[in-house]
């Protein structure tokens, strides 16, 4: 994709959640922003920092960020953190890197508690060489409980339907 055709995307895209401008550098952008439907795969998954993955310097992230219905920030998740210390051939410890615990988005969700209606979208800002976004969203005119009952709902009806292929076998 040359470039002139991605900042026409991505400027029709920011156009359309000017919420997102705060999260993004509209300059950075390695491919166009889309939007997809929260699903359980988005759940399980956890934002992280990267402080030595790619080389000396580097600094990259996946963020995931709960925003409501009028574009307000509700929460980020908190990220599971790769840090590596600076290498020392005399200290042991900067042999391996530390890992610090996060949470999924599942449970940033569950954090808010009562406010878990008010989420609309997840956010997430991938920062490798520069910027991908995905703007996970709910459907129109559903809340987020309903949906993810309903997710649920197709996905046991899924296995329901393996489990009786297998048992035919």
């Not at 997102?20 to 759940?43: A, G, S, W």
Request: hydrophobic content about 35%; some cysteine; glycine content about 6%.
């Amino acid at each position: 994709m040359n470039k002139e055709a991605l900042h026409s995307r991505v400027e029709a895209f920011l156009k359309e959640f000017a919420f997102v401008c705060r999260y993004v550098k509209t300059d950075k952008f390695r491919e166009r922003p889309t939007v997809q439907r929260i699903d359980l795969d988005l759940l399980d998954r956890y934002g992280c920092t990267y402080e030595h993955a790619r080389g000396p310097g580097y600094q990259g992230y996946t963020r995931f960020f709960l925003i409501g219905t009028n574009g307000q920030e509700l929460s980020e998740v908190k990220p599971y953190d790769v840090v590596k210390p600076k290498f020392s051939l005399w200290h042991r410890h900067t042999w391996f890197h530390q890992d610090v615990a996060g949470e999924t988005v599942y449970e940033a969700i569950q954090r808010l508690g009562y406010s878990l209606n008010r989420v609309m979208y997840v956010l997430e800002v991938n920062d490798h060489w520069g910027q991908k976004v995905i703007l996970h969203k709910v459907p129109s005119g559903r809340s987020l409980s309903d949906w993810l009952a309903q997710i649920r709902e197709v996905a046991e009806s899924e296995l329901r339907d393996e489990l009786v292929k297998v048992n035919r076998v």
